[in-house]
């Protein structure tokens, strides 16, 4: 048989590509090394070496075994880690999820662990990325594709392969242990490449290639720590048709902004005349971002098959096009409507607490355990009360409907918030104050808007495990916009299984520390 990744890359070999993925089977070493992708030089944590790291791919039904191996030595930087599978519901495999200290202990140095679990009922655009401390900020964090053999909107375009895979990315020209107290990134990269203000012009932008007539789908994938973007491709309208793995009802857009975390796929077809255009990603921050696009910044080119091997003869920061079709939450919308009430109703305030310089989710910042929740769980805790970090920890029934609202206007926002186990209906969107109990978008990464939005978000308590919910604005996590929610509690250890190797993490990671202190 075939394998997928191999018979992927000979399509895109014999299309003209270079690229190539791994999976579902797949070692994945991470490792340190000195990269400038806007032209700036300084060592980095990677996936394989590479940046972005290389795309997992697999096909709806399969089983993923990943061995992530821990081959990090520059001790400027964290030399532990583990690997989130971002959008997967890791059903009887709360062990593999991957977030440090609330599904597992790190893996030290030396050492490699294996992440199995299935994806049986999942299909779409899903990403990785270290979930220890701010450790992605550095770079690690890739896409990971899972192809539906039987994709209902498989009609609507021709091409789908590693090279229609777009992520956009903030890059950051200091180390995250060494961070101010407000990052700020210093570049947009697009599949890897950018300039900075300042920087270089002779840096290569990314290219993304295209024949004329043809459709694509465009995987967009933001691997973001910080940033929202908007993207858009000029003289050329998107049809969106995928939102984070549940496929919606096309519609029609000629720009969308992505906030951290979030994936689309989008179906463009290449009718334009044949020359070279601006793909645009123009990020935004609660203070600022890189504004413009003066000299490339922000940009990539959307080249056409027969036009020059340059860039886009139109200057990128003067010919800005003005987005008329903008995408809007509330207009897209899942194949099957799923109406229901909530048994369960939380409300999350969320604070900036200046005099800590921490996040409070209803009065209280998330420090992480010493000891993971699942472990708790597995050491016999029988009910969420009994769970550490206290205040951070909300018990959820089995079989339960789950409305969670979480009102905007915390400093720093929009937030982007993440539900790890599961994905949800959005029955309120930021900006809007009308409800859709009817047919509302299923995501698994929302913003909470601004001051006056009350977000809310329906789920099913149908998974049991502890399964972090926080803000996928890293720095944000880990200053304490997070809490966990201890989903069936006294099925767990029935439900959830481990490994030996799992088992083994958390001695392993103990040690280590102690080792690490005493020299």
Same mark, same amino acid.
């Given at each position: ?29 991470? !490792? ?157 990269? =697009? ?18 290639? !295209? ?87 922000d940009a990539a080119v959307f080249h056409y098959k027969g036009a020059p091997n340059a860039n886009p003869t139109t200057d990128s920061a003067v010919n800005v096009p003005v987005s008329k079709i903008p995408l809007i939450e509330t207009n897209l919308h899942p194949g099957k409507p799923t109406p229901g009430g909530a048994d369960i109703n939380i409300n999350l305030q969320v604070l900036l607490n200046l005099t800590q310089g921490l996040f409070d989710v209803n009065g209280v910042p998330f420090e992480s355990p010493t000891v993971p929740v699942l472990l708790q769980i597995l050491s ?12 951070? =920890? ?16 915390? =400093?720093?926002?929009?937030?982007? !918030? ?27 990464? !929302? ?73």
């Amino acid at each position: 048989m075939l394998h997928l990744c191999t018979f992927v890359f000979l399509l895109a070999t014999l299309s003209g590509g270079l690229s190539a993925c791994i999976g579902p089977d797949a070692s994945l070493p991470i !490792v340190n090394k000195v990269i400038a992708p806007d032209g700036f030089s300084r060592i980095a944590t990677l996936a394989d070496g590479i940046f972005p790291g290389p795309i997992i791919r697999g096909k709806k039904g399969d089983e993923f075994r990943i061995n992530v191996l821990d081959k990090l030595k520059d001790k400027s930087l964290d030399l532990a880690t583990s690997i989130h599978w971002h959008g997967f519901f890791q059903r009887h495999t709360n062990y593999a999820d991957g977030p440090s200290f609330v599904t597992q202990c790190p893996l030290i140095p030396k050492e490699s662990f294996l992440y199995s679990f299935k994806v049986p009922d999942q299909a779409g655009t899903f990403w990785y990325h270290s979930h220890f401390k701010n450790q992605y900020c550095d770079g690690l964090r890739g896409a990971l594709i899972i192809d539906d053999p039987n994709d209902p909107h498989r009609y609507l375009y021709d091409v789908d392969n590693d090279d229609t895979v777009i992520t956009l990315a903030d890059w950051y020209h200091y180390l995250s242990t060494n961070a101010p107290a407000r990052p700020a990134f210093n570049s947009t990269l =697009i599949n890897g490449k950018g300039r900075y203000p300042g920087g270089p012009s002779n840096v290569s932008l990314a290219v993304v290639k !295209v024949e004329q007539h043809k459709r694509y789908r465009f995987r967009l994938v933001s691997i973001s720590c910080d940033p929202s973007f908007v993207f858009s491709i000029d003289s050329h309208t998107m049809t969106v048709i995928e939102v984070e793995g549940v496929n919606v009802q096309p519609l029609v857009v000629d720009s969308l902004e992505i906030f951290v975390g979030q994936r689309y796929s989008v179906v463009v077809t290449a009718n334009q005349p044949i020359t070279n255009y601006w793909l645009r990603a123009l990020p935004k921050t609660a203070g600022g971002g890189i504004s413009g696009f003066k000299g490339g910044i922000d940009a990539a080119v959307f080249h056409y098959k027969g036009a020059p091997n340059a860039n886009p003869t139109t200057d990128s920061a003067v010919n800005v096009p003005v987005s008329k079709i903008p995408l809007i939450e509330t207009n897209l919308h899942p194949g099957k409507p799923t109406p229901g009430g909530a048994d369960i109703n939380i409300n999350l305030q969320v604070l900036l607490n200046l005099t800590q310089g921490l996040f409070d989710v209803n009065g209280v910042p998330f420090e992480s355990p010493t000891v993971p929740v699942l472990l708790q769980i597995l050491s016999g805790a029988k009910k969420a009360s009994d769970l550490v970090p206290t205040g951070s =920890i909300y018990g959820l029934s089995p079989n339960k409907s789950v409305e969670l609202t979480i009102p905007g206007g915390a =400093i720093g926002g929009p937030h982007p !918030v993440h539900l790890h186990g599961h994905n949800f209906h959005v029955v309120r969107s930021a900006g809007n104050s009308s409800y859709n109990f009817n047919n509302p978008v299923i995501r698994d990464v !929302v913003s909470i808007g601004n001051f006056g939005d009350n977000v809310t978000i329906r789920f099913f308590t149908d998974n049991p495990g502890p399964w972090f919910f926080h803000c996928h604005i890293d720095w944000h996590l880990n200053a304490g916009f997070a809490v966990v929610f201890a989903e069936d509690v006294p099925d767990v250890p029935s439900q959830d299984i481990t490994t030996a190797a799992w088992r083994n993490l958390c001695p392993a990671y103990d040690k280590f520390i102690d080792e690490t202190k005493h020299h």
